[in-house]
Structures are given as C-alpha cells and as structure tokens.
C-alpha cells in the first residue's frame, strides 16, 4: 500500500499552522535553520504576531509553507509506509523535494527563499493571481486571451487558478460571473506565479538548482512533477521541469491522478490549511483524504496512517 502525500502551496497561512509542529523535538532543527531565513525571527512567533500582508508577502509566505511541510513529514516519518508518492502544489513542489529525499531539508529551504527572491525580482507591480471554477477550459483560454493572463494551475472539477495583472484579472473575474462561473476568488499573492511573466526567473532557478546536491529518487519514493504529473526519474529533466514550473502552468489535476494511477491507497496533505485534501475527496471519493490539520495531535494523525496503511 503506497501513501500520497501533497505538500501544499501557499497562500492558507494562519496564526495556527505550526500547532502540531512547533513542538516536535525532530523539526526543532528546521525551525531554526527557517529563522535565519527570516531575518532572525522564529518563524513560530512570526505566524502569531506578523500582520496578513507580511505573512502573504511571497517570500515569507514560501518559507513558512515549505517549513510547515517537512517540519510535518520529519516529525510523522515514524509512522510512514515503506512507499510514498510525493507531489507539491505550486511552491509545495519545492517541498516535496525535500520529502521524498531528493534535496535536503536545509537546501530545501535555502533554495525557496531564493527561489522567492528571483520570482518578486522579476514579477511586474500589481500582479496577482484569481481562482476561478465552474466554466470550461475553452471558456477560460477565451478570457486569458482577451485579458493577456494566463492559465497558472488546472485543478479538478472545471478549476483553474489565473495570474497575471490584478487590474485585467479583476475585469476577467466580472466577465467570468457573468458567464455563471460557481467561483471567483481573489488569491492573496503578489505574483502571477506559473505564467511567462516570470521567464527570466526560472532560467535564474535553473542555474541555482545547478550549484545544489541532489540525490536520486528511491525506489521507495516516487516524486512528481507539477508541470505534467510525470515521476522524476532523470534528475537533471526533473530540475528542468522544477525551474519551468515558475513560469509554466502547473497541472495538478494530472498529479493526482498520477498519485492513483500509482495505486495510492490514501493521501495525506501536510499544510497548512487543507485545500489538497479538500480537492481529491471531491475527485476520488473512494479513497481515505485527510489534512494534518483535522487532527488534534500528532498521535491521532499517526492512528490514521496505520488504520489506512496498515505500518
């Protein structure tokens, strides 16, 4: 039986999202390594005390998901099935790196802060990016045409999220209710983040990845990649694909259909907030879908694992 955990991307930080974490005698290391990052401060605290705006702010938002992410799978790796198949959303891709043992967690988040640093040097003012869901994917091309924004993410279910400028994706957003679109909800970030917008960056990306140890994949883990859903087997392809994913649209809805195609028995999501998980109990009913954060400790989280899993 092969678990699938999703490492999530950003834009669900909250006061909270360190509580099962924060305390972990096997991420104290990751907490402090993250502070150094963060000018210092002990990203715990950050969360707490940091305004809405700091804590969406691109960089700042990157580190604290990807921490929150292998913060989750240091701290639950006890309690992991012999396999697992790994997949990140948006930024999330960086962690999952980092969770299927590719990169190390110290380079992990090395790496996503200057991952961050090269996407806001290269992002024009004033863009953003806006979910929308409930039309068809003709439909969206047609808007991001007439609008010069572009597709970022494909989701399940008729969901894309789009970036680009927030003036033309507030005028998209109205057309798209016209339209009778289920939903249309801004996105708190800075960036128009899985478009062309930010070319320059993912050739700067590249050249980081570049200067980096990596490991190759196991044969207990499998990784994929967010651009195609495809596993990383070739490790400079899977690096090529990880810095085109910054200014190429993410398909996540191939990942998770990858994770299936992979005989996932369960997915996992490791936060914060609980979007992934939300996503494929839509899609794949029939399979057990939790959040790290619908548990109230560590403990029922590892109960869960060995119920469905059976380690």
């Given amino acids: 039986m092969s678990l699938a955990i999703l490492c999530s991307g950003q834009g669900q930080q909250h006061p909270g999202m360190f509580a099962l974490t924060g305390n972990a005698p096997a991420a104290a290391n990751l907490f402090a390594h993250a502070a150094t990052l963060l000018c210092g401060l002990d990203p715990r605290d950050l969360v707490q005390t940091a305004s809405s705006s700091t ?39 960086m962690a999952a790196w980092g969770v299927a043992g590719l990169l190390s ?3 992990t988040l090395d790496l996503v802060a200057r991952r961050a640093e090269l ?10 990016m806006l979910f929308v869901r409930g039309i068809s994917r003709q439909a969206v091309d047609g808007l991001c045409k007439r609008y ?10 008729d969901a894309f999220v789009l970036g680009g400028s927030r003036e033309a994706l507030e005028l998209l957003g109205d057309e798209a209710k016209a339209m009778k679109a289920t939903h249309v909800v801004d996105i708190p970030v ?18 980081v990845l570049s200067q980096v140890p990596v490991r190759p994949p196991t044969t207990s883990s499998r990784l994929l990649s967010g651009t195609d859903g495809a596993p990383v087997i070739e490790l400079d392809r899977g690096l090529d694909k ?3 994913q910054i200014s190429h649209t993410v398909h996540w809805a191939d990942c998770l259909q990858g994770c299936v195609e992979a005989r996932a028995s369960a997915f996992l999501e490791l936060g ?8 494929v ?22 109960a869960w694992i060995t119920h469905h899993l059976g380690c």
């Fill in 55 to 93: 804590l969406h702010g691109n960089r700042v938002a990157q580190i604290l998901c990807t921490l929150q992410a292998l913060a989750a799978a240091a701290t639950l790796r006890d309690a992991m099935p012999d396999r697992s198949i790994v997949a990140g959303y948006s930024v999330g891709e």
């Fill in 190 to 207: 800075e960036v128009a983040s899985h478009t062309k917008r930010l070319g320059s960056a993912s050739l700067a990306f590249r050249e």
């Fill in 281 to 302: 109990a839509g899609a794949y009913r029939e399979l057990p879908t939790r959040s790290l954060e619908d548990f109230r400790t560590l403990e029922g989280a590892r």
């Fill in 148 to 157: 010069d924004t572009a597709i970022a993410i494909v989701e399940p279910g």
């Fill in 242 to 244: 990880l810095a085109a």
């Fill in 119 to 128: 996407m806001d040097a290269a992002t024009p003012a004033g863009d953003g």
């Fill in 272 to 279: 914060p907030g609980s979007a992934l998980s939300n996503m």
């Fill in 105 to 107: 967690q110290y380079d």
